[in-house]
């Protein structure tokens, strides 16, 4: 158990609909990063927050977004759903934003959502 | 932004075997870390190793830096080892950092 929290595990809904992804990241961790693994994709990094403020942006579709609430946890929202948004969606956590010269950051990863668009 | 290759691609081998798995990438990197990603689809932690060796069970794993290569060494494999293995470093992207992984290793290890 990495102690990478997301709900849910599964979730289904249909094209055009909307959905929210949970992630509380390990405790003490003060970054969060969504990352998208689909089988054509691979895995691909999305967003990262740093203690609430968005500190990174990878390839995160306009109708994708995200927060980080002042206790840390963090929500993924994906809007106008698409089949090819069908993915497995990771949450990690970090204790800094960056691992620096010399530095520690390792990433912890969450469980995963698998997300089915029909 | 920074290329990771891994090689092979796919690896069959019987219990008991032993393997390597190379990580190649194009720029000095601050981190790189060694997932295995169960069939279950969990990615589990194996290393933290931007340099050096570790070692871990009968996992071990060596990065050097300078020629941009990293090596990750499985010593007789047992069938819960398979999946698949991805490396991943560090990367710049507009003004953060994140993980950059590679395409991943996956290996099927039959009884």
């Known amino acids: 158990d990495s102690g990478v929290t997301q709900t849910p595990k599964h979730l289904i809904t249909a094209t055009g609909q909307r959905v929210t992804l949970r992630c509380s990241p390990r405790s003490g961790d003060l970054s969060v990063y969504w990352y998208q693994q689909s089988l054509d994709q691979g895995l691909q990094f999305l967003i990262q927050y740093y203690n609430g403020e968005e500190r990174a942006k990878g390839n995160i579709l306009e109708r994708f977004s995200a927060q980080q609430f002042p206790d840390l946890h963090s929500e993924l929202n994906l809007s106008s759903l698409e089949l090819g948004d069908s993915a497995l969606y990771f949450c990690a956590s970090s204790t800094h934003h960056h691992s620096g010269p010399g530095g520690y950051n390792e990433q912890f990863f969450g469980p995963g959502t698998r997300l089915t668009v029909l | 932004g920074i290329q990771v290759e891994q090689s092979p691609p796919d690896l069959i081998l019987q219990e008991g075997a032993n393997s390597t798995l190379r990580c190649n990438f194009s720029d000095s990197v601050n981190n790189l870390q060694w997932f295995h990603q169960n069939p279950w689809g969990q990615l589990i932690n194996l290393f933290y190793?931007?340099?050096g060796t570790k070692q871990n069970g009968r996992l071990s794993a060596t990065t050097v830096a300078t020629e941009r290569y990293s090596l990750l060494y499985i010593s007789s494999s047992q069938t819960t080892d398979s999946g698949v293995y991805f490396c991943?470093?560090?990367?710049?992207?507009?003004?953060?950092?994140?993980?950059?992984f590679g395409k991943g290793t996956s290996l099927l290890v039959t009884p």
């Open positions: 190793i931007p340099s």
């Open positions: 991943a470093v560090e990367m710049h992207s507009n003004s953060g950092y994140a993980l950059n």
